[in-house]
Nanobody, 126 residues
Framework: QVQLVESGGGLVQAGGSLRISCAAS????????VAWFRQAPGKDREFTAA????????YYADSVKGRFTISKDTAKNTAYLQMNSLEPEDTAVYFC???????????????????WGQGTQVTVSS
């Protein structure tokens, strides 16, 4: 019932910035959490950031805190991830995900999200 399309990935040098987008359609995002996960080759899928749609409250993994900012444009049903001070370790496919009624402790767990986009590749060169 929720379709998600990511865009904005690409190649950037270490220290650079990139902004990726997640456009949602279908079911309303009221009461939803929208999150960004990433997966590098040979590694598990990793939580990076989440935002509660109603309140705008944000949550970050320690690995990206202070460098990444998640935001939303409610009118456009779109979430963004602004990535600054990028490092080669940030290289991954970035996935947008949506879940409903999640408590804080569940926000970082991929199993609680019902809908996923196809992902967008972010590559950071050294």
């Amino acid at each position: 019932q929720v379709q998600l399309v990511e865009s904005g990935g690409g190649l950037v040098q270490a220290g650079g910035s990139l902004r990726i987008s997640c456009a949602a359609s279908g079911r309303t995002l009221r009461n939803a959490a929208v999150a960004w996960f990433r997966q590098a080759p040979g590694k598990d899928r990793e939580f990076t950031a989440a935002i509660r749609w109603n309140s705008g409250h944000t949550y970050y993994a320690d690995s990206v805190k202070g460098r990444f900012t998640i935001s939303k444009d409610t009118a456009k049903n779109t979430a963004y991830l602004q990535m600054n001070s990028l490092e080669p370790e940030d290289t991954a496919v970035y996935f947008c995900a949506v879940g409903f009624g999640l408590i804080v402790s569940s926000l970082s767990s991929s199993v609680h999200y019902n809908y996923w986009g196809q992902g967008t590749q972010v590559t950071v060169s050294s």
